[in-house]
């Protein structure tokens, strides 16, 4: 039968031996538990392994032991900064009065768990369309100020800041110093990365760290700083400083690079290389401005040295006699055409004096015509006493008909100007 002691008082404490005794027999009663965590201090001593693991979310620490007869049987790469799960179980030192945690067991964090994880959100991203290229904006030329989001006096800032300086030595920076690992990363780079966005002086934001294990980067593929950086106006540069695994910064990101000194090099341009091609651009535009004048003067001597413009008058003169032929050429053409055409005149003018009434009456004919004005053909139509009209060349003339000629006349010769004998008793008109 155990004998419980009556509670302490003033007046009757308890031996700190039995309150220490009490407080291991308590803490035994709790049995060994397994907690996952990172390591964050490993020291081996003796054989044994003294370190602390802390949790992976809060500010939480842990100390615990590891006897040498449990090391044989735990993976050899064990390391500071690995993510394990241990099976602990609280001990209580009563002679020293601490508390520790015995290690039993101990071992890597299942990497196919995490990278399952991983991809299960990769694939989730980039059906939102985050990993898009078309989303992505381009860097500016030459940035008036970079943002850079790095731990504190880090390798990282001080080879971004080097280099870029080394390259462009006015550009600016806008240093935005934040935990690269632990449980205040995701946190801390979030809200650095989204005051620098803010920020309308900044053109372009580095997220910088010098690489690191899978474990240690597994805060860079965390979802709210990933939509963080997706929903950032300014271009982002991932330059995490590592090649075998890839976190989702690097594909949210606007642009990847391999490390910090890729990223300044990137970012950055290098005022010798844009002086040398400045300088280049120069010689070129020289060059050609020359063989385009050199070619203009040639052309232009050329045209000089063509005979229109050495002796215009040479020009005028041909174009002269030309005009002096062509003269000549029309003269002689119409002159002949007018010749021509008086012969023609006269043919026709002949022609018609020979069919003319005119030239049948010069010759001694005449027209007799009845006081109707009908032309006398026949005899019969003029009987005796019939008032006629001579038509002469010279004029006309009136006379009376005799009548047909007598048997007696007939050996008379009939008069040229009548078809019979008749009485003239007119004059011309």
Known sequence: MTIVPPPPTADAPWPVGLLASKV?????????????????????????????????????????????????????????????????????????????????????????????????????????????????????????????????????????????????????????????QGD????????????????????????????????????????????????????????????????????????????PTDAAKRVVPDVSEELSRVQQARARIGQRLTALVSHEVDRLEQIRSRPVLASPQTLVDVRADEVVRAVARGEELVSRAVERAQTRVSELTAQLRALSPQGTLRRGYAIVQAPGGAVVHDPLDAPASTELVLTLAGGTLKAVSAGLPSPDDTDTAPSPAGTGPARTSATPR
């Open 24 to 180: 291991r027999d308590w803490i035994d009663r709790l049995g060994t538990a397994w907690v996952e965590g990172e390591i964050t201090q490993w020291n081996v001593s003796g054989g044994n392994v003294y370190g602390k693991l802390r949790d992976l979310e809060q500010d939480v620490t842990i100390s615990f032991s590891l006897w040498s007869s449990v090391k044989s049987r735990v993976p050899a790469d064990l390391k500071q900064g690995d993510r394990v799960v241990a099976a602990v179980k609280p001990n209580y030192w009563v002679k020293g009065g601490s508390l520790t945690m015995q290690v039993f067991d101990m071992r890597h964090v299942g990497l196919g768990d995490l990278l399952e994880r991983l991809e299960r959100l990769r694939a989730q991203l980039t059906a939102e369309g985050l990993f898009s290229p078309e989303r992505k904006s381009r860097l500016p030329f030459l940035p008036q100020c970079i943002g850079l989001v790095t731990g504190k006096d880090s390798d990282a800032e001080k080879d971004v800041l080097r280099n870029a300086q080394l390259r462009w030595p006015s550009v600016e920076f806008r240093v935005a110093h934040a935990a690269v």
């Open 184 to 259: 205040r990363m995701v946190s801390e780079v979030t809200a650095a990365v989204q005051r620098l966005d803010a920020d309308p002086e900044v053109d372009v934001i580095i997220v910088a760290r010098g690489g690191g294990d899978f474990q240690n980067l597994l805060g860079f593929s965390d979802e709210s700083l990933i939509r963080a950086v997706a929903a950032c106006t300014t271009p982002v540069v991932s330059a995490i400083g590592h090649e075998a695994d890839r976190p989702l910064l690097d594909d949210v990101a606007d642009l990847r690079a391999s490390t």
